[in-house]
């Protein structure tokens, strides 16, 4: 069972340093409340990540506001390691319903 932990926290790692695995990566997010984090994503069959994400910070400390989605677009990236990033775009305050 430890051969089996140890290896997947190796896959992991390998993905959050920027090496594509089994079509997927870790992409750096820049900006927002994400700022610094890195998403794991499976890219196409094109080798092209998701366009972008929408999240919400949940209780993260910081000036931003916990209802809204903020967006982040994905940004060709030649200076890092898995050639993209997700750039923050905008924070959506508007309130369904």
Known sequence: MGD??????ALIHRRLAGEI??????????????????KIVELSQAGLPP????????????????????????VRAPDTSAGWIYEYAEADTTTEG
């Open 4 to 9: 089996e932990n140890s290896d997947h926290l």
């Open 21 to 38: 695995v089994n079509n997927t990566v870790g992409i750096k997010i820049v900006g927002g409340p994400f700022n610094g984090r890195t």
């Open 51 to 74: 366009a972008g994400f929408r999240g919400r910070p949940g209780r993260a400390p910081g000036p931003w506001n916990p209802a809204a989605k903020h967006t982040y677009l994905a």
